[in-house]
């Protein structure tokens, strides 16, 4: 709030100066005549930059300008960078660590765990790598001493169940196919479901995939490759988050150039809990965080030609 006196022959000329200077929002906190003249002190609210932001270290033009185009080229739009980047203005100055910030300020990463401790049951798209997630899952959960107990709930895909075994066999596990009519699971160790790939834009799909969901009690994660279009990946995140979908493990970053889909899939709140880094099942899951999601974001974008003087 800022105040400020005025003083004139008569009222209404103090007034006209009063509102010349604050605008007509100004209001009048005191009034006083005397010799002939009158003072009118008024208040008005001012859109002054406090103190701290004035104060805090801004990045260099340059960083912010390279975290912009690093977003840009991974596909989001020009108000989702901006967004993203608002706060910049209080961030370092180093593009990755600004990069960092942002992410980090507006996505939802994961608590940094390995892979899960209870039972979960994986959804996704066609394609998405569900299967082989599941079997990284069950080895990681192997060399962290668990019992571990994979489940197959894919009985559309020919072969399904068959893959699932050949992928389970260097670990000595044998997967169990879950019936229609089955309505629990073990307890006891991590025991992961597979689910067959569905369709999330066709309703019959999704609802045959949400009773399977309901009927099983577990949390379902989505399964997300990287390299979709941004509105597909964001109306296919949105279509799973309808089961209560939380979490995201996003596969095939290896073959993906470009990440918005996922970046923006986290968007709507899904938490980025976990990414495979290449095909190998002994490969373990690596948890995200918004530092590794910056380092991502900025090797795979290409580095501008420096202009010659």
């Given amino acids: 709030m800022r105040l400020r006196t005025f003083e004139a022959p008569t009222m209404q000329a103090a007034l006209a100066r009063m509102r010349e200077a604050l605008g007509a929002e100004a209001v009048i906190v005191a009034t006083r005549e005397e010799a002939g003249r009158v003072r009118l002190t ?36 020009t108000d989702t960078v901006s967004t993203f980047l608002a706060g910049a203005h209080r961030g370092p100055s180093d ?82 196919p879950i019936e229609p009519e089955s309505a629990s699971l073990p307890s006891g160790g991590l025991v992961v479901v597979d689910t067959p790939g569905v369709n999330p834009f066709d309703r019959r799909d999704m609802v045959e995939l949400a009773s399977t969901v309901r009927r099983l009690g577990v949390e379902a994660v989505l399964v997300m490759p990287a390299g979709l279009d941004i509105g597909d990946a964001v109306e296919a995140a949105a279509a799973f988050q309808v089961l209560g979908v939380r979490r995201m493990i996003t596969t095939r970053l290896d073959a993906a150039r470009r990440l918005g889909g996922i970046v923006a899939a986290a968007d709507l709140g899904l938490e980025l809990a976990w990414a495979t880094t290449g095909p190998e099942i002994g490969r373990p899951l690596v948890p995200w965080t918004p530092s590794g999601l910056a380092r991502l974001l900025l090797a795979r974008t290409p580095r501008q030609p420096v202009d010659q003087p």
């Avoid at 002054?48 to 739009?77: F, K, M, N, Q, R």
């Fill in 42 to 77: 008024a208040a008005a609210d001012t859109s002054e930059t406090d103190l701290e932001t004035l104060l805090a270290p801004t990045p260099a033009a340059p960083a912010l300008a390279a975290a912009s185009a690093v977003l840009a080229y991974h596909g989001l739009a």
């Fill in 95 to 176: 593009p990755g660590a600004l990069l960092a910030a942002a992410l980090g300020g507006r996505l939802r990463f994961g608590a940094g765990e390995p892979s899960p401790a209870n039972p979960v049951v994986l959804v996704g798209p066609p394609g998405a790598g569900k299967t082989t997630t599941a079997a990284r899952l069950a080895a990681m959960a192997l060399m962290a001493g668990m019992p571990v107990e994979v489940r197959n709930a894919d009985g559309r895909r020919a072969g399904a169940l068959d893959q699932l075994r050949a992928l389970l066999a260097p670990m000595r596990l044998v997967p169990a």
